[in-house]
């Protein structure tokens, strides 16, 4: 196995969102990832905001329970190809911001799928997609991943994310 390399993958922190990770681990069989699921969100600077900043109580809010136990099963299933998966809050929405994030967590590559549009649980929240672009790493798309069944479209359902990418 080659070097672990680490992987930031934007989200909007639906379960449906995880297919881009799935499509990317089954294509890439012989690697090891650090996964980063990052999430712009476009916080107030008031003095209060900024002192009681607390990225564990903004991911409580804008993650649901299903997406928390869909990632861990990810984690479980595939723990011999990831080596970490974590959860980020960008919470600046400058392309200069996103290229230091980028910089100063060492990241590969980032891995999204251009087909998904994203949905998002807070007003707050910003698609990183046009942001990650201006950066120099390396970006792979992953088409099709939006291969579920048209009744379970807007169903949160755990088991969706393994069902949708069974191969017919």
Avoid: W
Wanted: proline share 2%; net charge neutral; glycine share 2%.
């Amino acid at each position: 196995m080659s070097a672990v390399k680490k992987v930031l993958i934007p989200t909007d922190f639906n379960v449906k969102s995880l297919n881009v990770l799935l499509e990317f681990l089954r294509r890439n069989p012989n690697d090891q990832f650090e996964v980063i699921l990052a999430h712009g969100y476009d916080m107030s600077y008031s003095f209060r905001d900024l002192l009681f900043y607390s990225e564990y109580k903004i991911l409580k809010k804008i993650q649901s329970e299903e997406f928390r136990e869909s990632c861990k099963l990810i984690e479980n299933t595939y723990q011999s190809k990831i080596t970490k998966l974590k959860f980020s809050i960008l919470t600046g929405s400058t392309k200069r911001y996103v290229k230091n994030y980028v910089e100063a967590n060492n990241i590969d590559c980032i891995v999204c799928c251009n087909d998904y549009k994203m949905k998002f649980k807070s007003r707050d929240s910003f698609n990183l997609l046009p942001y990650l672009k201006a950066t120099k790493v390396e970006i792979i798309n992953i088409e099709n991943t939006q291969n579920v069944v048209s009744e379970l479209e807007h169903s949160e359902q755990l088991a969706d994310i393994f069902l949708s990418s069974v191969e017919q």
